[in-house]
């Protein structure tokens, strides 16, 4: 089945640094979502890409969708404690509405 | 705002009971999913619903079932729960418009 990994598990940084996350799939996708779980919550949409190659950004957060549909990355910069929380990415294929998720990232922030 | 449902915040089951999570949705929405959450492996799917009595297998349907007899409403089975069945488990409901699928407050079953 379709397989979508994300890398690293586990991302700790100090306040200030930047952070990115890799998203990658076995096949093409349709679009990408980011999600965005805060610790003891429930994950939150944060974005949609779905062009070859589109960026996004929202304030410090950078979204990238690959040329290939295949992959995708998260790049926060300046973390802040507020950005804390598990990043997950999420791929559709283009004949259903099947949301798969990456295993996701979590981002630790030292103050 | 978009709610979904889920009935139980925590749930303590015995090996061998038959479980029913239950997910509710009040924005018409005619996709519903099913995923587990485990420390590692992120959420899988493991059954996503396109319209009533429609459903397809996810990644990990094995042990599982699902009933959605009415649109705001997708349950999840565990026809005899088991120990590896203990987990997070969240709902989420999406539409074919807006992209961004939304999750329920998660139910976390323990079997015992």
């Known amino acids: 089945g379709q397989q979508v990994m994300q890398i690293p598990q586990y991302q700790h940084v100090q306040e200030g640094e930047d952070f990115t996350t890799y998203c990658n799939s076995s096949t093409t996708l349709s679009n990408i979502q980011w999600y965005k779980q805060r610790p003891g919550g429930h994950p939150v949409f944060l974005i949609q890409?779905?062009?070859?190659?589109e960026v996004k950004k929202q304030k410090r957060l950078t979204f990238q969708f690959g040329e290939a549909k295949k992959n995708s990355s998260l790049h926060i910069t300046a973390t802040q404690t507020t950005d804390v929380g598990t990043y997950f990415c999420a791929g559709r294929k283009s004949n259903t509405g099947k949301l798969i998720f990456g295993q996701g990232t979590t981002l630790q922030v030292k103050p | 705002d978009v709610k979904v449902t889920q009935s139980s915040r925590y749930l303590v089951k015995r090996t061998g009971e038959k479980v029913f999570l239950e997910c509710v949705q009040d924005m018409d929405h005619e996709n519903m999913f099913w995923y587990r959450q485990d420390p590692g492996l992120g959420l899988r799917l493991i059954y996503f619903?396109?319209?009533?009595?429609?459903?397809e297998k996810g990644d990990i349907p094995e042990g599982y079932s699902v009933s959605r007899e009415k649109k705001e409403r997708f349950s999840l089975i565990l026809e005899s729960a088991s120990t590896n069945q203990t987990s997070m488990y969240l709902c989420a409901s999406s539409t074919g418009g807006p992209p961004e699928a939304f999750f329920g407050q998660g139910t976390r079953l323990t079997v015992v």
């Open positions: 890409l779905v062009k070859s190659g």
């Open positions: 619903s396109y319209d009533v009595k429609m459903k």
